[in-house]
């Protein structure tokens, strides 16, 4: 089975008919077939953070949208701990020169370690990575 890491931009288009790749991510979704998707609480906590100044109505569908993530059988959540944290960090500290976030350094650092290569993003930092971005 397939195995795609699902980074904040694929969440946040999914749920958000207003985002300028909604449309292209659903259509994207409907060519999948079976897939396992892995994302990481870090992931979710920014897909919340993002949500975070939204009409009430928005903030409680990201909040259903997180808990349904969390019990869905074809989502793995890679659960937030100090080894994580601190595998992201380190890479954080190595790409002083890049524009990456603490969340991407953690999500790069778990798609490494869980042998993905294919990421459900837009963000390039990711392909800088060596890995590839579905949404380029």
């Known amino acids: 089975m397939r195995t795609l890491f699902a980074d904040t931009f694929y969440w946040a288009a999914m749920l958000n008919p207003r985002d300028q790749w909604h449309q292209e991510v659903r259509r994207f979704n409907r060519t999948l077939g079976a897939v396992q998707l892995v994302t990481t609480d870090e992931v979710l906590t920014e897909f919340l953070n993002f949500f975070s100044s939204f009409e009430p ?3 409680q569908g990201s909040a259903q949208r997180v808990s ?3 019990k869905s059988p074809t989502v793995r959540v890679v659960p937030q701990n100090r080894d994580t944290f601190l595998a992201g960090l380190n890479l954080y500290g190595q790409r002083l020169d890049k524009g990456y976030s603490l969340t991407d350094c953690i999500s ?3 798609v490494q370690s869980l042998g993905i290569r294919e990421v459900l993003s837009h963000d390039r930092h ?5 890995f590839t971005i579905l949404f380029p």
């Open 68 to 70: 349904l993530l969390l």
């Open 57 to 59: 109505i928005v903030k």
């Open 108 to 110: 790069m650092q778990t």
């Open 126 to 130: 990711f392909a800088q990575e060596g």
